[in-house]
């Protein structure tokens, strides 16, 4: 396949994707043509000039629709506008030519297997520190798979997209296969979607455990577009009049038929500043409307303008049945080119070119209001406008503040003439409610207007352009806290930090850390000696303490923060779980320690006054443990085909192997399970991988400031504590601090040492060649996160504090 074919195949399975529907599964599949291509570019130029049409033709099968629709608003006219975007592309969407080049670079450097995660955190983490002006990211594409979208309340969208490139990948990988050989990388591009699913199931099924009452509205999709060509055709007089006519013929409807506790209107519906009256029409029109609302009985929310000393604003107005106007809320992302223009274009000539743009200010943030009912009920509301929806900050800002429901309003009549942008619009916005697990009333003028419950399922929704009232209940109450809210969009800045990680790998090749072993050292001094029972034994208590400190992390992570708050009870657990069985699989290690020396022919194991022999002669292989509990090890295999009865565990088998003169036997149909055991003994461990400085010294140096700062906080001082209650009391809560930071450091160890051996598997299966050289970067990956991303988030919590 050419290069043009691979790029424009790649933009036609993106194009069908983002249709929706269906269509959805390409999102796995999508640009494996064109990362085929990339995989045959050796040069960079070549690579980055693929990553340009990409976006080109990526805009163009995507977005097309954008480009018609501005080109219509600005007055430039269509075909200009497509245009103008396409030429713009690079910039409309950069994460693509990121991609390539961090991708290409890492597969020179670091290899296949981290090329492949290199480039899945360089589109993320584009996409995070330059959004995207629709606010869009390939996991958006996967709306219509209820189960897979609910991940997102761990990693929003960009989790999504995360796992839908590292699908990409591993089909890409498994093409360029053959015969069996393929099998591995279909099984990895199936992981991801698998999890998804998995997850979204579970969290379908967990209903809250309190009802809670509904809070019943009714959207006005009055269908009245094109505003600028009513008024230059009717006069701004009758437009208005139309406008709100049909608005309080609708509401009334609402109110006395359907008997909702609320109304809502879209995006300046009306058409002048609510509250602060520009003349004395505007003045009456202000007191029409609060008479309408008085007459209702129940609150209103619209879209209005507000204004003061800077300027005008895109605004939401607040207004209560007799009380009045409650509060204003002003739009805080503003659309470039349309509703301003940013300063360093904001020139006369630039106006000249694009006389539809605005001048409109931007709002400070989030805001939640209370929804004061006509039952007595006061429900705090997040009011999002327009563009609003797209940012999941505001969203989990708006969470924050206590939200307990999404208002959501919109103009979409840009994309009247093709509804895929307004479709693409609704879905980014349901992600706000899964990230956050608000139910939302979303609002537009012609369409699409939905009720979204707290999944993203649309309940109760609209065509487009039609004139119709949509009537939704949905249960008002402080959701269940999710990952996005507690961490924010936290993926992004993940993905940034994982990128430099990397940077820093490839600067520090020689870190004395962890380097892949040379050559394999001789007779190893020390091992343990184990007798079947004590293998069982000691297998079972690191399973326990192993697994123990995966569960407790997932517990600090996803709980309800009982255990970050109740240090005590965190210990005790971390004793019960992990410690005391970690502690009593060491000393069982210990007792069976032994000294192993060659004398004579005859290996020869020495424990204190006891002494095992066996002859050198006797051993026909060494058989490294398939199965690594409690640690790696071995067993003898005799001559007669018959075991030798001890087990010994030790670092390195192979190390043994070489030390005895013996071949290391590989299992049959185990290749994959054999190269990872030979990359767990083919790395060797510096200092900073000892425990002593891991889970002593490293805690240390993170109690210290804490504590210190905790001091301050509560007692005033430094010393605080102990010029209150004595020197034992300061100890005795400063070892208490010191053992909390040692249980933290040993969970985070725990959850590192997991990915680093599903990272080392994965390369297994991948790139076998290459499996040392991944768990090489991995490991050093693993100490720098632990040793540098720890003290790096004590920092950011203490200055946030």
């Not at 992302?333 to 070119?353: C, H, K, N, S, V």
């Not at 000892?690 to 504590?707: G, I, S, T, V, Y």
Request: glycine share 10%; proline share 6%; hydrophobic share 50%.
């Amino acid at each position: 396949m050419s290069r043009l074919a691979g790029i424009a195949l790649a933009a036609l399975l993106c194009g069908l994707y983002a249709r929706g529907g269906p269509a959805w599964v390409l999102g796995f599949v999508a640009l494996v043509p064109w990362l085929r291509q990339l995989d045959h570019e050796t040069r960079l130029a070549p690579t980055l000039l693929s990553a340009w049409a990409l976006s080109v033709a990526y805009t163009g099968a995507v977005f097309y629709w954008f480009g018609t629709a501005f080109g219509a608003y600005t007055q430039i006219g269509a075909g200009a506008g497509l245009a103008l975007l396409l030429i713009a592309a690079p910039l409309f969407q950069p994460q693509i030519l990121v991609f390539a080049v961090v991708r290409h670079l890492a597969h020179r450097h670091l290899g296949p297997v981290l090329a492949a995660f290199a480039g899945a955190a360089s589109w993320v983490a584009t996409e995070w520190a330059w959004p995207h002006m629709l606010g869009d990211t390939l996991g958006h594409g996967l709306y219509p798979a209820p189960l897979l979208r609910q991940a997102a309340e761990l990693g929003g969208a960009a989790g999504l997209t995360v796992v839908l490139l590292l699908a990409n990948e591993a089909f890409t990988v498994a093409l360029a296969r053959r015969g069996h050989a393929l099998i591995a990388p279909l099984a990895l591009a199936a992981v991801g979607p698998l999890l998804l699913a998995s997850y979204g199931f579970t969290a379908l099924q967990a209903e809250p455990s309190t009802q809670a009452p509904p809070l019943r509205m009714g959207l006005v999709q009055s269908n009245i577009t094109n505003y600028e060509g009513l008024r230059r055709d009717r006069g701004a007089g009758a437009v208005v009049r139309e406008v709100l006519d049909t608005h309080f013929a609708m509401s009334y409807d609402a109110v006395e038929r359907q008997h909702v506790d609320a109304v809502l209107w879209s995006e300046t519906v009306y058409p002048t500043s609510f509250g602060r009256p520009k003349s004395e029409a505007g003045a009456e029109l202000d007191a029409e409307i609060q008479a309408i609302i008085d007459a209702a009985g129940v609150p209103f929310v619209f879209g209005t303008y507000d204004r003061d000393d800077e300027g005008e604003y895109n605004a939401a107005a607040f207004v209560q049945p007799r009380s009045g106007l409650a509060g204003l809320y002003r739009k805080t992302r503003l659309f470039p080119f349309t509703e301003y223009l940013p300063g360093w274009l904001d020139t006369a000539t630039m106006r000249d070119w694009l006389p539809g743009a605005g001048n409109w200010r931007a709002g400070t943030g989030a805001r939640v209001f209370p929804l004061r009912l006509a039952d007595g009920r006061e429900v705090p509301v997040l009011p999002l406008i327009c563009l609003d929806d797209t940012d999941a900050g505001l969203a989990i800002a708006g969470a924050r503040l206590g939200a307990q429901v999404i208002l959501t309003m919109s103009n979409d009549s840009w994309f009247t003439d093709d509804a895929q942008g307004a479709a693409l619009h609704q879905a980014v916005a349901a992600f706000r409610s899964i990230e956050t697990r608000l139910p939302q009333f979303r609002v537009t003028t012609n369409g699409f207007s939905a009720v979204i419950d707290a999944r993203g399922k649309v309940i109760a929704a609209t065509r487009m352009g039609e004139r119709t009232l949509v009537i939704g209940d949905l249960p008002a109450r402080d959701p269940a806290p999710t990952l996005m809210v507690a961490w924010g969009d936290w993926v992004g800045r993940a993905a940034a930090a994982f990128l430099a990680g990397l940077v820093v790998l490839s600067l520090l090749r020689r870190w004395p850390g962890v380097v892949p072993t040379e050559a394999p050292p001789a007779l190893p001094a020390r091992l343990a000696v184990l007798p079947p029972a004590a293998r069982v034994v000691t297998g079972l208590l690191r399973l326990i303490s192993r697994g123990g400190a995966l569960v407790m992390g997932a517990a600090v992570l996803w709980g309800d923060g009982t255990l970050q708050t109740h240090t005590l009870a965190l210990l005790r657990l971390f004793m019960a779980l992990c410690l005391i069985p970690e502690a009593a699989a060491w000393a069982v290690l210990r007792l069976c320690t032994a000294v192993a020396a060659l004398v004579d022919g005859r290996l020869v194991l020495t424990r204190g006054t006891h002494q095992l022999e066996i002859a050198l002669g006797e051993i026909a292989a060494i058989e490294p443990w398939q199965l690594p509990l409690p640690g790696p090890g071995a067993a003898l295999r005799l001559h007669s085909g018959s075991r030798w009865p001890y087990g010994l565990a030790l670092r390195d088998p192979w190390a043994l192997a070489n030390a005895l003169g013996r071949p290391a036997s590989e299992p049959p149909r185990a290749n994959a399970w054999w190269s990872y055991a030979r990359s767990r003994a083919g790395i060797t461990t510096g200092r900073l991988a000892r425990p002593a400085f891991k889970f002593l010294l490293l805690p240390l140096l993170l109690a210290l400031p804490a504590f210190q700062l905790h001091q301050k906080i509560a007692y005033g001082s430094a010393f605080g504590e102990f010029y209150t209650y004595g020197l034992g009391a300061y100890l005795g809560a400063f070892a208490l601090w010191w053992a909390a930071w040692t249980a933290g450091v040993v969970l985070c160890a725990a959850a590192l040492r997991a990915v680093i051996e599903m990272g080392s598997l994965a390369a297994v299966w991948l790139r076998p060649r290459h499996t040392l050289a991944a768990r090489a970067g991995l490991e050093r990956l693993g100490l720098l996160a632990l040793y540098l991303g720890l003290p790096v988030w004590l920092l950011l919590r203490a200055v946030a504090s």
